[in-house]
DNA sequence: AGCACGCCGACT
DNA sequence: GTCGGCGTGCTC
């Protein structure tokens, strides 16, 4: 079956073109062309990129108005049409475009650049003189050049009298990674003849011929044959052109993997892990898209069921996903995956390079491996037979995009596993309270594991009163209980890990006269001193400036830092400890392409005592040898304005907790606190969770928030504080003359950070537990928006179900 | 988004 | 008179 039309989604993201459009697709591209092709069309004056969304036979488009696709870009879709209609769900589901639902399920090096170039339609005699020189080497030139030259009214002359033409061209990247190979001739006869013309005094040659002919045929390293036959690349070109081998390109996958793994088997699994298991695998047989939250306290055992799941997934000849909170944190998770699948495992995460994420993806799309371990955004592998989804951790806040399309991982999960009728499995030690609600509901399934896997017993915790601790005098940042336990590891040889919880915590320039705090100049946030430049840095706009000298506000000259840095506690230890050896992971140290795993793996083999970090080393380090975890200051997440802040800290600290005594040698877990008494540190003691939930769920029910109601957040912001706060009046106006009654819409207020980039902020909150209305109104007030305020300077953005507020 | 078209003010 | 300011409207 063939069509005449194409429906294209064109590569700009604009409230008005936000729909197909219909192109006429050649003859010569009729039989190759499908649903998820990209192709190369005119739109309006340029050459965009779209995907083929539909094919059909004809159209209601004038004959007069209809183009022709330019270009088919792919011979394989890179679109399933599963991807297709889960970009429509997504862009309904978050309110985007959908051309960014679409591109957000491809790697970044399919995507198209754009580029506008200035083509010579005549002889270059023609041309006005200034603009002869630029096309004396190509007839086309990028209309860069000429705007940077300030040539644009000539060449605005030389286009309207047709010397010249403006095109638009669509670049990809995409590009396949090619190694170099060296094909030696078939012919042994051919070889014989090349190696007796070879002049006599050309002795490396002559050799070099004769070991070809031993090897007729072959395909082989350039630098095998170098080694092999100690000769030079001169000599190999020499043979080359006398026509005994020639070169040819591979098709390679670049690898992101440096290091080698042994294989390994299933491990002998406990009671409750068996009963876990078997319930996943028989939802598997059974087809039924079921969702299960596997909840097990830390070092039960978790990714070891995910592991045997996803065997039984390989063994139906289905493919399995697992997400991991950003993937590049914890290499000890991904090596456990490849030493049991092997080649059949690809990877995806940020800490991949462009090409290197292409080819991970290339791996799935044509089906060369058949599990991903993968951030967020590996949700969209493109599979085709998905039989298990797997999410590591349910509770991070990394599954949801902060940027358009503005989705949650999870949710993606479980619209693909009802399209695949496939199991969801949504693991965690300290589950989201909406997954562990929902579990609770039986719209989950809930799976317990209560004992450590090696029936270890949990580390015992201690919370330190840290303000008894200042009414003795000590003023430090380490308790006294703390600094023995530190002692005592250092004399054992064994290893600690300290944490410091920074959020909101860090070093900042304070004056000590006038009591100003530097701020960013574009945002309304104090700047946060960086010693590694000896700079003062904003961490949401990237502005950057020197350490004043004196105060801005007063000039005072006692200006000078405060906060506990990793930095500074590392300074603070070494004073304590001279002779221990301290490793430090924060972001100025692991900035480095493949740092982590380099700081890890070296801890992990004992090059240090002491790991320190912020949140990012409370999850997934697993050394037999970390016996101590201290927590600094656990009460920084707590006064965060956020509804989660109890939860979050919660789950931090059962988390941090959970990386000591995982072996044979008991672990002991330090926490300093200023309110120890509150529930969410006490109860992190034992890792009790269910009161905690029992708890925090009354706490949510009174305040109203999820999950006894849904949330939905609107931003609005403009360079003008008025015109910010004038437009988010209007949008709660309109949102309370059209929702019902019992949904409730608080603000506008002021946003956290009240002016972030020059802009200042308000937001709107809207608390509902049913409203069919929802989304059809606030797909009005966009459309408003996009329609008419956008023009004024307003940005507005919808937050369906926002991760933090 | 990005561009063309078109209608009004201040300049060679 | 014309150059160029940016408001308006369109893109198969």
């Known amino acids: 079956m063939t069509f005449r039309i194409a429906e294209v989604i064109v590569d700009v993201a604009a409230y008005p073109v936000d729909r197909p459009f219909d192109y006429l697709v050649p003859e010569q591209m009729q039989s190759l062309i499908e649903c998820g092709s990209r192709v190369k069309v005119p739109f309006g004056p340029r050459n965009v990129l779209g995907f083929v969304v539909g094919l059909k036979e004809d159209t209601d488009v004038p004959i007069d108005k209809i183009k022709e696709v330019t270009k088919l870009i792919d011979i394989e ?8 209609q889960l970009a429509k769900w997504l862009k309904n589901k978050t309110i985007c475009f959908e051309i960014d639902a679409l591109q957000v399920m491809l790697p970044s090096a399919l995507r198209a650049k754009y580029e506008k170039m200035v083509t010579l339609q005549t002889d270059i005699e023609n041309l006005p003189i200034d603009l002869q020189e630029h096309f004396k080497k190509s007839g086309r030139v990028n209309y860069k050049v000429f705007e940077k030259l300030h040539l644009l009214q000539t060449l605005k002359m030389a286009i309207s009298h047709k010397l010249l ?230 509770h991070e806040s990394t599954y949801k995009q902060e940027d358009s399309p503005r989705y949650h991982a999870r949710d993606v999960a479980i619209w693909r596993s009802e399209y695949h009728n496939c199991p969801v499995l949504l693991g965690s030690a300290t589950p989201s309270l909406e997954s562990y609600a929902r579990a609770q509901k039986n719209v989950y399934t809930l799976l317990t594991l209560k004992q450590r896997a090696l029936k270890q017993s949990l580390p015992t915790v201690e919370i330190v009163d840290m303000r008894e601790e200042l009414k003795s005098g000590n003023r430090s940042m380490f308790s006294e209980k703390l600094v023995e336990s530190i002692r005592i590891r250092l004399d054992k040889k064994e290893q600690i890990v300290l944490f410091l919880n920074r959020r909101g915590y860090s070093s900042f320039v304070l004056c000590r006269d006038c009591g100003t705090v530097v701020q960013c100049e574009n945002c309304d946030i104090s700047l946060t001193y960086h010693r590694s430049n000896e700079k003062l840095k904003c961490h949401y706009c990237g502005y950057e400036q020197h350490v004043p000298r004196e105060c801005p506000q007063c000039q005072s000259d006692h200006i000078r830092f405060f906060g506990t840095g990793t930095q500074k506690v590392e300074e603070e230890i070494l004073k304590l400890f001279p002779e221990a050896r ?14 982590h795993e380099k700081l890890l793996e070296s801890f992990g083999e004992g090059h240090a005592d002491i790991l320190l970090g912020t949140q990012m080393i409370a999850k997934g380090l697993d050394f037999p040898n970390i016996t101590l975890v201290g927590v600094l200051s656990a009460d920084t997440s707590l006064h965060l304005p956020d509804y989660r802040a109890a939860e979050k800290t919660f789950q931090l600290l059962t988390q941090v907790g959970g990386r000591a005594g995982r072996s044979a040698l008991p672990g002991e877990v330090v926490i300093q606190s200023y309110t120890p008494e509150h529930y969410a540190i006490e109860l992190s003691k034992e890792q009790h969770y269910e009161p905690f939930y029992q708890l925090e769920m009354t706490m949510r029910h009174q305040a109203g928030y999820p999950p006894y109601y849904y949330l939905a957040l609107i931003q609005v912001s403009h360079e003008d504080l008025m015109m910010a706060a004038e437009y988010a009046q209007k949008s709660v106006d309109y949102l309370r003359s059209n929702l019902s009654f019992n949904v409730s819409i608080i603000g506008p207020t002021v946003a956290g950070i009240s002016r972030l980039q020059n802009r200042y902020r308000y937001q709107c909150l809207i608390k509902y537990k049913i409203e069919p209305k929802l989304i059809p109104t606030l797909m009005q007030l966009i459309k408003l928006y996009r329609s008419d305020w956008i023009k004024k300077g307003i940005i507005l953005t919808i937050d369906l179900d926002p991760s933090t507020i």
Request: charged share 25%; hydrophobic share 40%.
């Open 77 to 84: 879709p890179v679109l399933t049409t599963e991807m297709l």
């Open 165 to 394: 033409a403006v095109e638009y061209v669509v670049k990809q990247q995409g590009n396949v990674k090619e190694i170099r190979k060296v094909k030696i001739a078939d012919d042994a006869n051919q070889l014989n003849e090349i190696s007796a013309q070879i002049s006599n005094r050309a002795k490396k040659q002559k050799l070099l011929v004769e070991w070809l002919i031993q090897h007729v045929g072959k395909v082989m390293d350039p630098e095998t044959i170098l080694t092999e036959t100690n000769s030079s690349m001169a000599v190999l070109q020499a043979v080359i052109d006398l026509g005994a081998a020639k070169f040819v390109h591979q098709e390679v996958y670049r690898d992101p993997f440096t290091k080698e793994v042994k294989k390994t088997t299933s491990l002998h699994l406990t009671d409750e892990q068996t009963v876990a298991l078997e319930k996943i695998t028989s939802s598997m047989e059974n087809k039924q898209p079921e969702t299960f939250l596997l909840h097990g306290v830390t070092g039960s055992g978790k990714t070891e069921v995910y592991l045997q799941a996803i065997q039984q997934c390989l063994n139906d000849d289905k493919e399995a996903i697992v997400l991991v909170p950003e993937i590049s944190l914890t290499p000890q998770m991904t090596e456990r995956f490849r030493s049991r699948f092997g080649e059949l495992v690809a990877v995806m995460h940020s800490g991949l390079s462009v090409g290197e994420k292409y080819d991970e993806w290339r791996k799935v799309h044509e089906g060369k491996v058949k599990v991903v371990v993968g951030a967020r955004s590996a949700i969209f592998a493109p599979f085709d037979n998905v039989g298990l989804i797997i999410l590591d951790e349910e």
């Open 582 to 595: 301290v490793l430090r992971m924060d972001v100025d140290t692991t900035r480095q392409k493949g740092a």
